[in-house]
């Protein structure tokens, strides 16, 4: 036991908030680190994705005379605010290619009643590494320095990577599936992200690259 008059151990008031994070439904585990940190892991990962997109927008409140932290050229890989830009086009151009694929909407989006997207889907290792990244948004938005421009460059990095190697949309004959639908969502989620974090550093969400 700790001595009246002195602080809790970390670890101690963290394994306390772990017992009752525990009963919480959705939460699949919770493990507790030595310096006091908690890990959580959730059920259905992929839920993050409808908070993220029900969730206002925040209001964009970028400091005055405040410039883009990264230059517009060279449109090169090199250049990570070229890879931030070109992310929110091309989520954006997912899902224009999505619907004339015949990739199923989600009722979730407005359309296609009945064809809910199912967020267990995005449960493949590049999903989840967007998953994991759009999940610290809330942190970032309450955070006093949220680090944006860092965060937008990981974000896109794990969306560029995730369209890559786990297509949103049909290659070849491949049919639609729920799967595409789950991953066109969560790009919808990425793009909402990224234009929110490109407005509060003071830089226009491009139309097109």
Do not use: C
């Amino acid at each position: 036991m700790t001595p009246r008059g002195t602080a809790e151990a970390p670890a101690e008031v963290a394994e306390r908030l772990a017992v009752r994070l525990r009963t919480v439904p959705g939460i699949r585990r919770v493990d507790v680190r030595p310096n006091g940190f908690l890990v959580i892991g959730v059920a259905t990962p992929g839920e993050i994705v409808e908070d993220v997109l029900a969730a206002p927008v925040a209001a964009s409140t970028p400091a005055e005379g405040s410039a883009a932290p990264w230059p517009d050229f060279p449109r090169t890989w090199d250049n990570p605010g070229f890879a931030v830009r070109y992310a929110y086009v091309r989520a954006g151009a997912v899902q224009r290619w999505a619907r004339d694929l015949g990739v199923p909407a989600g009722a979730a989006a407005g359309v296609a009643a009945g064809a809910a997207v199912r967020p267990e889907l995005l449960d493949g290792p590049f999903d989840r590494a967007v998953l994991r990244v759009l999940a610290e948004l809330p942190s970032r938005r309450d955070s006093r320095d949220p680090g944006w421009a860092a965060y937008l460059e990981r974000l896109a990095e794990v969306y560029h990577a995730a369209v890559e190697r786990a297509s949103p949309i049909p290659r070849g004959d491949e049919p639609p599936t729920e799967v595409h639908a789950a991953r066109v969502r969560m790009g919808e989620a990425v793009r909402r992200v990224l234009g929110e974090g490109l407005a509060e550093l003071g830089v226009a969400p491009p139309g097109k690259i």
